[in-house]
């Protein structure tokens, strides 16, 4: 083995590229963007995991002493739409997907600068609106805001809160629709479609359910705004309005948004996979294929909420059938993640134990959809905690696990310096615990009766109530593990290099951090991504 | 601490049984992919930083395999989902019909009989109970985990959910749609009961009038006999006989006169006029409860002609 100098970081990068607050809040730069959006999605995670705490602070006891049942409403009502819609959402496109898609395929930033800068904005504004709402009076509807109760019986702030969450999605539909061009138009020469990146081909699929299921959302709460400051009719039964239709169309959009959740994640995946096996992922075009599948047939599901609503025994029939056929493309997936570590070279850094947690978990999130989409169980599953643990183990266990994975495995490129590895392996490890201890135990909780949003509950739940608690308590402090010591390794952490992880993809090939304008030259490419067999050629650091 | 909620409904085992299916399938699945995923990950664990391992684009056969198998088995979940939603959603006829009004934070129910409850059913072992479901503000959802049933209480329109109670003893009854401030206090009990115990129960409070006398007592106070009655003016049409039966309506249309078509016509009566008559009704939005419509409606439900019809009424 030759002997390598220790890198160091380059003399100039977009980090350094400016400095003062007026180069960060007026810049166009997409790196410096993500880096905003990663900041302001994780203040927006503290308070949302604060509200969960209090929620797992009063299930604790059956009785509800811990709080009064207002308070508990409005906890568990800022926890969903906090983490849904100001989180969740945004968190790996506008962050990861923000920072590479401009890297991975070889361009010098997205094709609408401008408007990324002002889709963050919008972010921030929708976020202070809403957060205004949650915390001056508070919100009380549960995050979906159903009808009728959130257009006449809530006595909180449902109005600000949506407009809010209105506005929010105008970042998210601008955000998508940057994506979108910039993939169509800003490979660089040699970017075949074919040749991109896993991770581009999940973006580009979650930028197609953003720009088209968006404006449904956007339009259905503002019909809850409109029906509950003017009394028009649209979904209270008093005033002739259906409180059904409200639930098609937020179900149009918000069952969608469980892909925009999880696609990113798994793009996430597909990188990390095969850095840390030396592997060509495994049947590459079923994997992008499948991301496009999830997109379209995602579109047709979202009635699988409402099988107890009283829906025509045949229609719900259809949209249990196509609940099935949305799960193939998830299954194809992963045979195929597990099929790419087959005769491979596998390390076990710590994105890459994130990678083994998302496919565990997420398996079981996937899996635990099964007894959803079916008709016979759901009646008895839905609104129970058999959900929350369900869409947990997709959200948490998958979308937050891939987010973890992706953001340590490119961390170095995004601040070009290391984290500890051994504090987070044992991070990682704790959070794997405390999530499943915080929610394996709410499937039995659900199946043996519990409905969801319960302020005060029968003792003889108390038990799995009481382990899911302690679950989240390790949970919460398995979190804080990454935030330190991520945050340390930018000011103390020992320079990366460019290519820490002897990855392939054109991230890597630029130094770290990148310049602001990313690639000294526009890259060629030649050969079909994930091209391990062949070592990544070494640059030097030096500019 | 019971893991397992209780069976004391003809649904629940078939709901188990198809519940410990996919259970068994899926955790196959799982636990075939993690020990794959651990097995690989050990076994290829990377010994040298110099290994390169040999390419593998990729098979399409075994893209198929894990395609079509997965495709077979999930079609027998949902044939066999489908068929046991099938049932919960078909009531046998000979099901007593008891109706559940939700309003924040009780749930109302009343027997055939007549007999008012709230949050509290009482019904006997073995007898199939078809519940006719409303709420008077905003959506609930009537939950009985031990008979693995739920069916949302929308406000504006019936919903319908039946069971056969197979075991005698007392059950969660749960609101599981969230309506508010005191939701999780919206519960009660199913008390399942031996036939005679049930009549025992029937037998125990004052004897009151049935629905369709209390409906009847109201169709008068309201005078809706003025334009109803044989013989009145006949502004609107004669109600005997109409339950059940396919009307012809002015715009052409046909519907069958259910408990939806006759609430609908009690409370917007312009929707849809049976043919023949002028939209002439006032509307009673406001001024009748859910309860007294479900009177109303058991009234005219109970002005039926046919022998076949008198016989039901009379075995009830």
């Known amino acids: 083995m030759m002997t390598t100098q220790a890198p160091t970081l380059p003399e100039k990068h977009y980090l350094n590229a400016g400095y003062g607050w007026r180069s960060w809040l007026l810049t166009t730069d997409h790196k410096r963007i993500a880096v905003l959006y990663l900041i302001s999605i994780t203040a927006m995670f503290a308070l949302g995991s604060f509200y969960a705490a209090l929620v797992r602070w009063n299930l604790l006891v059956p009785d509800g002493s811990h709080m009064s049942a207002e308070t508990y409403n409005k906890a568990f009502t800022a926890h969903g739409v906090i983490m849904v819609f100001f989180f969740l959402i945004p968190s790996i496109p506008a962050t990861l997907g923000n920072f590479l898609i401009p890297l991975m395929i070889g361009a010098r930033d997205l094709a609408f600068p401008r408007i990324n800068l002002l889709s963050w904005y919008i972010y921030v504004f929708g976020a202070a609106i809403t957060l205004y709402a949650l915390l001056a009076g508070g919100l009380d509807t549960g995050w979906t805001f159903y009808t009728p109760y959130s257009t006449v019986y809530a006595q909180s702030n449902v109005v600000i809160a949506v407009v809010g969450v209105f506005v929010t999605g105008f970042s998210s539909i601008l955000t998508g629709l940057n994506f979108i061009v910039t993939i169509h138009t800003m490979r660089a020469p040699g970017m075949t479609w074919f040749r991109m990146p896993l991770f581009v081909w999940a973006h580009y699929a979650t930028s197609i359910i953003q720009v088209l299921g968006t404006p449904v959302v956007a339009v259905t709460i503002l019909l809850v705004a409109l029906e509950r400051i003017f009394h028009f009719g649209f979904f209270d039964p008093n005033r002739g309005g259906d409180p059904i239709l409200f639930q098609h169309l937020f179900w149009f959009y918000s069952h969608p948004a469980v892909y925009i959740m999880i696609l990113p994640a798994m793009g996430v995946i597909s990188e990390l996979i095969t850095c840390f096996s030396r592997k060509r992922i495994f049947g590459y075009s079923f994997i992008a294929m499948s991301s496009l599948a999830i997109a379209v047939i995602g579109f047709l599901v979202w009635a699988h909420h409402m099988y107890v609503s009283g829906m025509a025994v045949y229609s719900a029939m259809v949209f249990s059938a196509l609940t099935y056929l949305v799960a193939v493309p998830s299954a194809i997936k992963t045979f195929n993640w597990t099929a790419t570590l087959y005769k491979g070279s596998v390390q076990w850094d710590t994105p890459m134990i994130y990678v083994f947690c998302f496919i565990g978990l997420f398996l079981i999130g996937g899996l635990t959809g099964l007894f959803l989409g079916n008709l016979g169980t759901d009646v008895h599953l839905t609104d129970t905690y058999f959900i929350v643990a369900h869409f947990h183990y997709i959200m948490v266990g998958g979308a937050i696990m891939g987010y973890l994975g992706g953001l340590h495995f490119w961390w170095p490129k995004i601040t070009g310096r290391r984290y500890l590895e051994a504090w987070g392996k044992v991070s990682s490890l704790l959070i794997f615990v405390g999530f499943n201890l915080t929610f394996f135990p709410q499937f039995f909780l659900g199946y043996v009766g519990m409905p969801r949003r319960y302020h005060v509950y029968p003792e003889e739940f108390q038990v799995l109530n009481v382990l899911s608690t302690a679950g989240a308590t390790i949970l919460g402090f398995g979190y804080l593990f990454p935030f330190s010591y991520l945050t340390y390794s930018v000011f103390k952490g020992r320079p990366a290099g460019n290519n820490p992880w002897k990855a392939k993809g054109l991230e890597w090939t630029t130094t770290s951090p990148p310049p602001a304008h990313n690639f000294d030259e526009t890259p060629t490419v030649t050969e079909e991504a994930y091209d391990y067999a062949t070592p990544p050629k070494e640059k030097s650091a030096l500019v | ?316």
């Open chain 2, 1 to 316: 601490m019971p893991l397992l909620p209780e069976q004391a409904s003809s649904f629940a085992g078939e709901v188990d049984a198809l519940f410990f299916f996919i259970l068994g399938v899926s955790g196959l699945f799982a636990v075939g992919i993690w020990i794959a995923l651990l097995y690989f990950g050990i076994r290829y664990r990377r010994r040298s930083d110099d290994d390169r391992p040999r390419e593998i684009y990729g098979s399409l056969a075994l893209e198929l395999t894990w395609t079509l198998i997965p495709l077979a088995i999930m079609t027998v979940m949902f044939v066999w989902g489908a068929k046991v939603f099938f049932e919960l959603n078909r009531p046998p006829d000979d099901a007593m019909t008891v109706s559940v009004v939700g309003k924040r934070w009780m749930w109302k129910i009343q027997h055939p009989t007549g007999h008012r409850e709230v949050n509290e059913l009482h019904v006997p072992v073995g007898r199939a109970v078809r519940l006719v479901i409303t709420s008077e503000d905003t959506i609930h959802s009537f939950f009985v985990p031990a008979f693995r049933i739920k069916k949302d209480a929308v406000p504006g329109r019936y919903t319908m959910a039946w069971f056969r109670a197979t075991k005698v003893g007392t059950y969660h009854l749960f609101c599981a749609e969230y309506c508010g401030l005191e939701h999780s206090k919206m519960i009660g009990w199913i008390v399942v009961q031996t036939p005679e115990d049930y009549q025992g129960w029937l037998a125990g409070g004052p004897r009151p009038d049935s629905p369709a006398a209390e409906g009847e007592q109201l169709f008068s106070e309201l005078i809706c006999s003025t334009c109803h009655d044989p013989g009145s003016s006949e502004r609107g049409p004669v109600l005997t006989g109409l339950f059940g039966r396919t009307v012809a309506l002015a715009s052409g249309d046909t519907v069958v006169a259910d408990e939806v078509y006759v609430r609908e016509s009690i409370l917007n009566p312009a929707a849809r006029v049976v043919a023949g008559y002028q939209p002439l009704m006032p509307t009673y939005q406001g001024l009748v409860s859910e309860e007294q419509i479900i009177t109303l409606i058991a009234y005219i439900e109970s002005l039926q002609v046919s022998p076949s019809a008198l016989g039901r009424q009379e075995a009830e």
